[in-house]
């Protein structure tokens, strides 16, 4: 019987290094790339409820953590039972609540006490730790929650759409200007994305799952909208707009069971 144990999962890894060709020549830069992509998958199999994809794809993403502590504990920088003495250190650490004597009222002041902790261990600022590589609007959100940790943020909802709209009206403004730096249209449409995630954080929506879902929806459509025109033998290429909307719409009312919804 095979031993499925974490040390068995390290014995595979060496010996991967040892004997595979293309594993053996890779480095922290050549599969980071891979690293990130297997994260995605991971949400992939979250967002569509599909737990053996999900059992399948932390598995992945495992091995990479796997494989990034190889390289490093074969370059002599550090091992796995660093990364893992590491992470239970800061655990601890992070939750006197738990492993201390420090009361708390709820997850809102855990969240408080944790990036204060943070602030202790040596950060310049409270929105250090959020990745430069995280999809912008996700690296939106993240800035502004962690802003709002220190009191820096909005009090009402409506104030935030109040600043929504006069976004919209400065970016309108701004396309109005022929003469203006095209660098200063990018600006206000950037403001304007800005306050979108901040109010859709108002209102406790992620706005990168917001989007993606939105994207989802889109191409399950327009996926439709093609293969309704090839079962018809028709060319797409060759439809009119007109032609097309009609047939979104078909798409959409049989989505919905018949019904009319917008969307």
Known sequence: MRDYSFDSLLEIMKRLRRECPWDRVQTNDSIKGHTIEEAYEVVEAIDRRDDEALKAELGDLLLHVVFHAEIAEEEGRFTIGDVIRTLLEKLVRRHPHVFGDVEV??????????????????RDSVIDGVP???PAL??????????????FDWVRPEDVWDKVLEEIGELRDSLGNPSLDPRRVEEEFGDLLFALVNYARFIKVNPEDALRRSIDKFSAR???????????????????????????DEVKREENGGGMRHG
């Open 105 to 122: 009222d709820g997850a809102d002041e855990v969240k408080r006490n944790w990036e204060q902790i943070k602030m202790d261990e040596g």
């Open 132 to 134: 430069s590589v995280l």
């Open 138 to 151: 996700l690296k939106a959100y993240r800035v502004q929650d962690k802003a709002s940790k220190v009191g």
């Open 222 to 248: 327009f996926r439709a909208v093609e293969k309704r025109y090839r079962d018809e033998g028709k060319n797409i290429h060759t439809a009119t707009l007109e032609e097309l909307d009609r047939c979104w």
